[in-house]
T-cell receptor, first 113, second 116 residues
C-alpha cells in the first residue's frame, strides 16, 4: 500500500534554532517527492520537488534531502523564524500520473520567541 | 494577485442543503485539482481536470459530489444533500501539463465548509 509517514507529529523549538523533519514513504513506482508548507487556514505552498536522481535541494533556509534507496526524506530548517510556524507536509508522486499524489499527515512546527 | 482563487472562503449550511464552490486557477494552467482536507490531516485527492475533461475521480467522490470545468478555465464543486461528514476544507490547485510530472501544484486558500 502506498503510504507516507512523517515524524514528529509536532515540534516546538525556539526562534533561531535549527530543526529537521522526517518523511518515510512506501510509494511505488516513485516519481518525485515534494515538501509543502501550510500556514493555518491557508493552502499548501510548494517548497521543493526532488526526483529520483536528486539527493538534496535548497530553497532559502529550507534544505530537503532524499535517499531513494531507503525511501526517506528530511527537511532541514536553518535559523528558524517565527514565520516558519506552520505544518510541513511531505508528498510523494507515483510515476503513473501527476494527480496520484500521496500526502503525509504533516508535522506541525511551532517556533517560540 | 494571479494565484489560485477560491470562493467563498467560508460556508456554513444546514445538513441536507446543497452547496457549490468555485475555483479560478492560474490563467495559463490547464490542469485543475480538487482536494478535501480535515483537521490534522494532509489533503485527500477528489478529482482532476485537464482542460475541460475530468480525467480521474477518487472513490471519495460519492454520488452527491459533482465537479465541472465547462470551458477549461474555472471549476465548480457541488455537494448535494450535505452531511455532517462533509465538513472540511476544500482545496483547489492548478498546474501546467507541459512542464511534465514534476511541476508543483499551486493551491488556493480553500473553502471551509461547516455543516450544522
Amino acid at each position: 500500500k502506498n503510504q507516507v509517514e512523517q515524524s514528529p507529529q509536532s515540534l516546538i523549538i525556539l526562534e533561531g534554532k535549527n530543526c529537521t523533519l522526517q518523511c518515510n514513504y512506501t510509494v511505488s513506482p516513485f516519481s518525485n517527492l515534494r515538501w509543502y508548507k501550510q500556514d493555518t487556514g491557508r493552502g499548501p505552498v510548494s517548497l521543493t520537488i526532488m526526483t529520483f536522481s536528486e539527493n538534496t535541494k535548497s530553497n532559502g533556509r529550507y534544505t530537503a534531502t532524499l535517499d531513494a534507496d531507503t525511501k526517506q526524506s528530511s527537511l532541514h530548517i536553518t535559523a528558524s523564524q517565527l514565520s516558519d510556524s506552520a505544518s510541513y507536509i511531505c508528498v510523494v508522486s507515483a510515476r503513473r500520473s501527476n494527480y496520484q499524489l500521496i500526502w503525509g499527515a504533516g508535522t506541525k512546527l511551532i517556533i517560540k520567541p | 494577485d494571479t494565484g489560485v482563487s477560491q470562493n467563498p472562503r467560508h460556508k456554513i449550511t444546514k445538513r441536507g442543503q446543497n452547496v457549490t464552490f468555485r475555483c479560478d486557477p492560474i490563467s495559463e494552467h490547464n490542469r485543475l485539482y480538487w482536494y478535501r482536507q480535515t483537521l490534522g490531516q494532509g489533503p485527500e485527492f477528489l478529482t482532476y481536470f485537464q482542460n475541460e475533461a475530468q480525467l480521474e475521480k477518487s472513490r471519495l467522490l460519492s454520488d452527491r459530489f459533482s465537479a465541472e470545468r465547462p470551458k477549461g478555465s474555472f471549476s465548480t464543486l457541488e455537494i448535494q444533500r450535505t452531511e455532517q461528514g462533509d465538513s472540511a476544507m476544500y482545496l483547489c490547485a492548478s498546474s501546467l501539463a507541459s512542464q511534465g510530472l514534476n511541476q508543483p501544484q499551486h493551491f488556493g486558500d480553500g473553502t471551509r465548509l461547516s455543516i450544522l
